[in-house]
């Protein structure tokens, strides 16, 4: 594993918001010290994919303040992340005579960026 990671040009990590913050970190040191480069990842291209409206890392017995702590936002090294941004919902674009599904979309959309009241007294939506 060790000389694929060394002779990898770009590892692709899929659903990577729902992985503690220590992951990523730790697959920073090691392809640091496997390349014996001090660059960030030893230099290698890392391609993260993930929804943040979606699972965050699930952490047994824990406050919502440590769920927060241990996303991959908290990391240091989410400074030399390039954020790029999908706008089209391909599952929507696909079904466009089907109203229901675009109305689903909507919903999660309403939902994901906080615009839905949350019930002070129950915290729930």
Same mark, same amino acid.
């Given at each position: ?8 040009? &770009?590892?692709?990590? $899929? ?11 730790? =697959? /920073?040191?090691? =392809?640091? $010290?496997? *390349? /014996? #480069?001090?660059?960030? +990842? ?7 994919? %993930? $929804? +943040? ?7 047994? *017995?824990?406050?919502?303040? #440590?769920? &927060? ?19 089209? /919902?391909?599952?929507?674009? =696909? =079904?466009?005579? $089907?109203?229901?599904?675009?109305? +689903? +979309? ?12 949350? #019930?002070?007294?129950? %915290?729930? &939506?």
């Amino acid at each position: 594993m060790a000389k694929v990671l060394s002779a990898s040009k &770009i590892i692709i990590w $899929d659903e990577c918001t729902m992985v503690h913050k220590r992951a990523l970190e730790a =697959l /920073n040191r090691t =392809l640091k $010290d496997l *390349r /014996n #480069d001090s660059r960030c +990842f030893g230099g290698a291209m890392i391609l993260l994919s %993930g $929804d +943040f409206c979606q699972t965050l890392p699930v952490i047994p *017995r824990s406050t919502a303040a #440590d769920e &927060i702590n241990a996303c991959l936002k908290s990391s240091n090294l989410w400074r030399y992340v390039k954020k790029l941004q999908l706008t089209t /919902n391909m599952r929507v674009a =696909l =079904l466009l005579n $089907d109203t229901s599904a675009e109305d +689903f +979309f909507e919903q999660l959309l309403t939902i994901g960026n906080g615009q839905v009241p949350v #019930d002070e007294s129950s %915290g729930l &939506i």
